[in-house]
């Protein structure tokens, strides 16, 4: 019996699941890169009347500083919210 039935039990790790590939290959560093990139897109977008997408709204919030504090990330995710 598994102690954690849901993860898989083959010895591959999960540890970097939902990472983009750069950000995988190359470790944090170049995801930060990645973010800066996609978060550069979105005022551009805007300004040009495109819709900003989840991917560019998350790699924003990734950005800001202080992003994993109790409430702050309440306040960014009610700020981004599609309701």
């Not at 898989?8 to 540890?15: A, E, T």
């Not at 190359?26 to 550069?40: E, T």
């Not at 979105?42 to 790699?59: M, W």
Request: hydrophobic letters at 40%.
């Amino acid at each position: 019996m598994a102690a954690f039935p849901d993860v898989p039990q083959n010895g591959q790790g999960v540890r970097r699941f939902g990472v983009d590939p750069v950000g995988k290959l190359l470790g944090p560093s170049a995801g930060l890169v990645s973010d800066v990139s996609k978060a550069a897109g979105a005022p551009i977008g805007a300004a040009t009347g495109d819709t900003i997408t989840d991917s560019q709204a998350e790699a924003v919030k990734r950005l800001v500083p202080f992003q994993s504090y109790v409430g702050m990330r309440q306040a960014l995710d009610l700020l981004t919210a599609d309701d």
